[in-house]
């Protein structure tokens, strides 16, 4: 069973309040002047349909909607965001668009660029988590912060809808220390002491490291989480088991894996933790521990093929052809 944030609501209901001024942004930019194209179509009421051209899983929703909310159009949906499409080699309606002849081309590109990057990030998000866990994984799948500039919300959104973890959104949600704070301020303890004393109680801080001997001094000074980064497979099973093993019982933090993973390679990177015992309700009860809490990765999101779509003018049998911008 694959639990996802999608299971639990309208993922619309986590957008920031900013959200639609970025929508704004990108029809601005798409018509910073005359709009002569719009000036030859004018304003006659038309609809238009939203066709998927090739397989996916459908998200970017409420970028979709809004897009066309501010072209003074509105959207009937016959697919449901996070489904996966299916094309048997052909094309699927997916949903009507009513408006404004102008305002349907007006919104047309900014809204396909959306839905089909937004698209293609929850596909492959979606490949990778379905693969891990059929595989036998079942700790956290996550994404990275290498996103595009601007369009970070997109891709954290469509990496939501996959059903992975976005990961840190920001650098003011969780302090990530790497190689390079970590020779700036003189050694892993020192950093980690430093961003406690700014951080406070409520800000995570995770430790990226290099070797077994970093992972135990930034354990040692209260990372929350240790990142292994650019380990081999065998590299994380050697040292994730003796690092859990070692701090058993003294200090509690979660181990990452991080650097070169891929859907073709991820599940070389899994680790099944030894088998403990625990007491429950007066029975004993095996659990599995885990050994790689979070698999992250910028697979997911960095240079995705897209999902591809299109939105064509509906036009009277008999009278011509689907016509668009």
């Not at 912060?145 to 650098?171: I, N, Q, S």
């Not at 380990?231 to 894996?257: D, I, N």
Request: aromatic share 6%.
């Amino acid at each position: 069973m694959i639990d996802m944030a999608l299971d639990h609501g309208s993922l619309e209901h986590i957008l920031p309040v900013s959200w639609k001024s970025q929508i704004t942004a990108w029809l601005a930019e798409d018509t910073p002047s005359f709009d002569v194209g719009g000036f030859v179509v004018g304003d006659a009421p038309r609809t238009a349909t939203l066709w998927g051209k090739s397989q996916g899983i459908l998200a970017g929703v409420p970028f979709f909607n809004e897009v066309f909310k501010q072209c003074g159009c509105t959207v009937e949906w016959h697919a449901t965001e996070g489904c996966h499409v299916e094309t048997h080699g052909g094309k699927k309606a997916l949903a009507t668009v009513s408006g404004p002849a102008r305002g349907l081309l007006e919104g047309e590109r900014v809204a396909l660029n959306i839905l089909a990057r937004c698209s293609g990030v929850a596909t492959q998000s979606r490949r990778l988590l379905v693969n891990l866990r059929s595989a036998g994984y079942k700790g956290i799948v996550a994404g990275t912060r290498k996103t595009t500039p601007g369009f970070r919300l997109v891709e954290k959104y469509g990496m939501l809808v996959g059903g992975a973890d976005t990961h840190r959104m920001d650098l003011s949600t969780m302090t990530m220390l790497k190689d390079n704070h970590v020779w700036s301020r003189g050694s892993i303890t020192e950093a980690v002491r430093a961003a406690k004393a700014a951080g406070g109680f409520s800000l995570k801080i995770e430790v990226e490291v290099q070797s077994e001997e970093e992972a135990d001094e930034a354990i040692a000074a209260g990372a929350d989480i240790i990142m292994l980064d650019n380990f081999t497979g065998e590299g994380v099973r050697v040292a994730a088991r003796s690092l859990k093993e070692r701090w058993a019982g003294k200090k509690q933090f979660l181990l990452e894996v991080s650097g070169g993973l891929t859907a073709d390679n991820a599940e070389s990177y899994i680790c099944h933790g030894k088998v403990a015992e625990r007491s429950f309700m007066g029975s004993n009860v095996a659990d599995r521990r885990l050994d790689i809490d979070i698999l992250s990765t910028s697979s997911i999101h960095q240079g995705v093929p897209h999902v591809d779509f299109s939105l064509k003018i509906n036009v009277d049998k008999g009278t011509g052809p689907e016509i668009s911008s």
